[in-house]
């Protein structure tokens, strides 16, 4: 370290610790974090009431990046486009190269790009719906941006939330994220295919969820070679 | 530019504007039109959250935690503020507009320069080169 980079560290420890140690800055923090997901909420509750309104069945898809969400939509919709007319809110930090991949098996997309956000909120559906006719469709599902931690703060209205994880995460990946199991009401284990090469504990991941959240549904998958993406759509009750 | 961004541009350079007529292009222009011209990588400055279809045009210098879209059109060298909503909304060549602007469903005459902070529009043309709300001319639609 040169001697003027050290000087240059220590004044923005100094002044990092300061910022966070200022008590009513502390509380004002605290308050404006609570109110954002307060006001969420209630935009995710009227959300619903819309959904529910015009007889629309929604779906949370989050996951990882590189879990398989947007496989797993692919072959949802190859197999659904013909019976249903679905919408997917496809959310990203930039470029459209998932509503591309889903546009192609005839579903309809919008395509959001957060910039610097990592998750999608309620304002973003709000946004949408507001400028879409609900009656043209039957199934709408919401594929959140590739994070395991941030969307467990964001409700967006829907009726179910899926979390997508996959064998190569590793055995250790439901453990590790309690808040958005909790928040979940079925779990996707995905590149089932690959889990007897990787040696993933397949059970660990299932008794994970299941202690976190007894009720919760859990599926074992593999968009690739198409594994029990019928009995997911069973589930989904569609 | 597109054709009936042309159309939209003349009609607001009225005098007495033909709002009706108005309301029926702009809407039309915003379902059918817009999705084509979507085009969201020509930007300056911060990453913005975007909802398609958006289109910027070059050189849009864009602030902190702004939201644009659904259905945004931005032509060239605008400048948008920090905070700033924009839904269902276009912005003609050369527009500026200071912080925390929450527009929806507005038309900014090419030129606009709003230097001022914190205001909210919904259904209206807006033009003008001012530094305070009373002076900007607002026809609704």
């Known amino acids: 370290m040169s001697d003027k980079e050290e000087p240059e560290i220590r004044r923005i420890q100094e002044l990092e610790s300061t910022n966070l140690a200022r008590d009513e800055i502390r509380d004002k923090v605290i308050e404006t974090k609570k109110q954002v997901e307060r006001e969420n909420d209630l935009l995710a509750e009227r959300i619903n009431k819309k959904f529910v309104e015009h007889n629309i069945k929604t779906f949370d898809i989050v996951g990882a990046i590189g879990a398989g969400k947007t496989a797993i939509m692919e072959k949802i919709c190859e197999k659904l486009s013909s019976k249903y007319r679905i919408l997917v809110i496809c959310g990203d930090v930039t470029t459209r190269v998932d509503a591309d991949r889903i546009e192609r098996h005839n579903a309809e997309t919008v395509q959001i790009n957060t910039g610097r956000e990592c998750a999608l909120n309620a304002y973003h559906i709000f946004q949408i719906i507001k400028h879409k006719d609900l009656n043209d469709y039957d199934v709408i599902f919401i594929e959140n941006v590739g994070n395991l931690i941030c969307p467990s703060d964001f409700t967006l209205g829907t009726d179910k939330r899926l979390v997508v994880v996959s064998t190569t995460e590793g055995e250790w990946v439901v453990e590790k994220h309690p808040l958005l199991f909790k928040t979940s009401n079925i779990v996707v284990i995905n590149k089932i295919d690959l889990a007897e090469r990787l040696g993933t504990n397949i059970q660990k991941m299932i008794d994970d969820a299941k202690k976190i959240q007894p009720n919760i549904t859990v599926i074992t998958t593999s968009a690739k070679t198409g594994e029990n993406i019928d009995k997911l759509i069973e589930v989904l009750g569609l | ?141």
């Open chain 2, 1 to 141: 530019m597109n054709e009936t961004l042309e159309k939209i541009e003349n009609l607001i350079s009225e005098t007495n504007i033909n709002t009706e007529k108005l309301r029926e292009i702009q809407i039309n222009f915003m379902k059918k039109e817009l999705k084509a011209l979507h085009c969201v990588d020509k930007f300056l400055g911060d990453f913005p959250t975007f909802i398609e279809p958006v289109h910027l045009g070059i050189d849009v210098k864009i602030g902190d935690d702004v939201l644009l879209g659904p259905n945004v059109y931005i032509g060239d060298n605008c400048e948008i503020g920090d905070y700033c909503e924009l839904v269902n909304t276009i912005l003609f060549n050369n527009v500026s507009l200071g912080e925390n602007f929450k527009l929806e469903n507005c038309i900014l005459v090419k030129e606009s320069k709003l230097k001022f902070n914190n205001f909210t529009a919904f259904g209206c043309v807006l033009s003008g080169q001012t530094d305070s709300k009373e002076n900007l001319k607002k026809i609704s639609f």
